[in-house]
């Protein structure tokens, strides 16, 4: 048994021992750079890219923007 088959049946694995997990990792972290990259109007793009990470929540996942702003006081 893999460690990402471990993982997924909820039992203990070791998750740097797995290349599958490794790679999962790394498509993870190329998606979220590519998510934060976009300007703030590629509302679709950045739909596009979370609905590919959380595509086991279904269509009616929604995400919001977090929006900080900063008072100059």
């Not at 998606?31 to 590919?52: D, G, M, T, V």
């Not at 990470?53 to 977090?66: E, I, P, S």
């Amino acid at each position: 048994m893999t460690e990402k088959e471990k993982m997924l049946a909820g039992m203990v694995y070791e998750a740097v021992l797995d290349e599958d997990l490794k790679e999962d990792r790394l498509k993870c972290k190329d998606l979220c750079f590519a998510a934060n990259q976009l300007p703030p109007s590629k509302i679709k793009e950045q739909s596009e890219i979370f609905a590919s990470l959380f595509a086991k929540a279904g269509k009616d996942f929604l995400y919001y923007h977090a929006v900080l702003v900063r008072l100059w006081i």
